[in-house]
């Protein structure tokens, strides 16, 4: 399944683990936009929140996990053609 995780987080010390806790909670993965990841993973929405939780403070930042739908036909943004490309292909 793919996913879109965005964010709103404060800087600090638990950014990099944080980022490495989206990275270990996915079988690929694809950040371009700076507060947005795509990652293919096996894990459900509930499963990678508790992934990322250590690494965040609920009390300051927000977090957004939601599934990305399989309908290739209804999507839409202004990304570069390899993004689209990354999309199609971890789609399924």
Not at 20 to 25: C, M, P, R, V
Request: glycine share 2%; net charge negative; aromatic share 14%.
């Amino acid at each position: 399944m793919l996913y879109l995780i965005t964010y709103n987080i404060i800087p600090g010390p638990n950014n990099v683990q944080f980022f490495t806790a989206i990275q270990t909670s996915s079988t690929a993965w694809w950040h371009y936009i700076d507060s947005a990841w795509i990652i293919r993973s096996d894990l459900t929405a509930n499963q990678i929140s508790t992934n990322l939780a250590p690494h965040v403070n609920i009390s300051f930042n927000n977090l957004l996990i939601v599934k990305i739908d399989t309908d290739i036909t209804n999507r839409q943004g202004w990304l570069p053609r390899e993004a689209w490309d990354w999309i199609t292909q971890h789609i399924n």
